[in-house]
């Protein structure tokens, strides 16, 4: 596999995927053989490509990853936004890869496993797009001069604008990747909001006493929140 990172194109499999991913059925192609397969079926280089075609079908849906290679962005863009039918084979895709492959067995034997499905999660989110999405900070992207822009880099998930430290607010959202799928884990994924998004969306009063600036939502706040994205 030539694994060095936890991310979806963190291996040779991935990356050679990703120099012939010169199509969308290329990437269809990809996300079916792991749907498709018999239990027990799914070996590491099948996983690698399938989770490496997940990843640019979330890129196509403009929920990108961190550690995107610059490569992919502009694949994504020209291949646009994905079907309806090929975003959710996408999200049953890493499923079945996280519950029975051959990647998530080799992963598990690692000195790390956690990361790996810690990223597994990340990408399920991305590819949910009821999901609250916060795009990664970019260090290069504020401006000092600029009263509006965000201190640590995050966005709020609820109206994706930046967020200033003063503001900020945070909360691990459980959710289920992929309904329906029998082997589908549940996940959870960090989100960031404003305290007056939140306050107004799911119209809850947050005690600055019990959520400071910066600090966690409380459980309330948060199956609330979890009820406006998923219900």
Partial sequence: MGAWAAGSFGNDDALDFLDAATSV????????AVVSAPAGAVDAVAASEAV????????????????????????????????????????????????DSELAALWDDSEDPDEWRDAMA?????LDPDAPYSPAPDDDSDDPDDPDA???????????????????????????????????????????????????????RL?????PTGGSLP?????????????
């Fill in 25 to 32: 059925a290329r990437v269809e192609t990809a996300v079916t």
């Fill in 52 to 99: 490496a075609a997940c990843d640019l079908v979330a890129s196509m849906m403009e929920r990108h990853a961190a550690d995107l290679p610059d490569e992919a962005r502009p694949l994504a863009a020209r291949f646009g936004a994905p079907s309806e039918d090929l975003a959710r084979m996408a999200r049953e895709a890493c499923a079945r890869v996280l519950a």
């Fill in 150 to 204: 965000s201190d640590g880099g995050y966005s709020c998930a609820f109206c994706n604008e930046p967020i200033a430290d003063a503001d900020l607010v945070y909360g691990e959202i459980p959710f289920d990747p992929a309904p329906g799928l029998a082997a589908a884990p549940t996940v959870s994924m960090t989100a960031y909001f404003h305290r007056a998004c939140v306050e107004a969306r799911v119209d809850v």
């Fill in 207 to 211: 005690d600055a006493s019990e959520t």
């Fill in 219 to 231: 459980d309330d706040a948060i199956a609330l929140i979890k009820a406006a994205f998923f219900s």
């Fill in 122 to 126: 990340d990408l399920l989110r991305r």
